[in-house]
T-cell receptor
Framework: EAGVAQSPRYKIIEKRQSVAFWCNPI?????LYWYQQILGQGPKLLIQ????????DSQLPKDRFSAERLKGVDSTLKIQPAKLEDSAVYLC???????????FGPGTRLTVT | SQQGEEDPQALSIQEGENATMNCSYK?????LQWYRRNSGRGLVHLIL?????REKHSGRLRVTLDTSKKSSSLLITASRAADTASYFC?????????FGAGTRLFVKA
């Protein structure tokens, strides 16, 4: 079965620019997660979707970050405007249900200069 | 908080030895999941143990769960250099998913 797909794999932007990441979860997975992982730390949950509804976005910096999951399948995460501290790996994961095991994509490494 | 706290923070062993990592948590759970992150394969789910289970095996991995002590352990037997990675435990008992800092395992060849 195909895994979680993410694009792009790498992105370099200047501060104050905008960037968008795309995620295609495993077919049939109802739950989709976006995480931010900074070097040396565990992944930090930004937002969790159940189908196309938001379950948890308590740690999403809503002044600059936004995410959507159209039709309950693919998802995009956007940062506008980016700050230096947004440099991190952005991981997308999906699972069959909310407390099932999560399957992670390869991530997008973002560098903000 | 449902964050699992892994212990030790770092562990260095020789290839062939066993590695044990521990996890403690504070709330009631439905299951507990272990994940591994290495440079080659990214973040991968290893094993899920339900709250009514006490022990579970998967290949060289053995996970135990003691809900009375709110703790879990992950044992990797006959370790290999490829087991070098960070290991995370994630207690699940509600909607929120929180990863801790993990245990960094280094297996020397």
């Amino acid at each position: 079965e195909a895994g979680v797909a993410q694009s792009p794999r790498y992105k370099i932007i200047e501060k104050r620019q905008s960037v968008a990441f795309w995620c295609n979860p495993i077919s049939g997975h109802a739950t989709l997660y976006w995480y931010q992982q900074i070097l040396g730390q565990g992944p930090k949950l930004l937002i969790q979707f159940q189908n196309n509804g938001v379950v948890d976005d308590s740690q999403l910096p809503k002044d600059r970050f936004s995410a959507e999951r159209l039709k309950g399948v693919d998802s995009t995460l956007k940062i506008q405007p980016a700050k230096l501290e947004d440099s991190a790996v952005y991981l997308c994961a999906s699972s069959p249900g909310q407390e099932h095991e999560q399957y992670f994509g390869p991530g997008t490494r973002l560098t903000v200069t | 908080s449902q964050q699992g706290e892994e212990d030790p923070q770092a562990l260095s062993i020789q290839e062939g030895e066993n590695a044990t990592m521990n996890c403690s948590y504070k709330t009631s759970i439905n299951n507990l999941q272990w994940y591994r992150r290495n440079s080659g394969r990214g973040l991968v789910h290893l094993i899920l143990i339900r709250s009514n289970e006490r022990e579970k095996h998967s290949g060289r991995l053995r996970v135990t769960l003691d809900t009375s002590k709110k703790s879990s352990s992950l044992l990797i037997t006959a370790s290999r250099a490829a087991d070098t990675a960070s290991y995370f435990c994630v207690p699940r008992g509600g909607f929120k998913t929180i990863f801790g800092a993990g245990t960094r395992l280094f297996v020397k060849a």
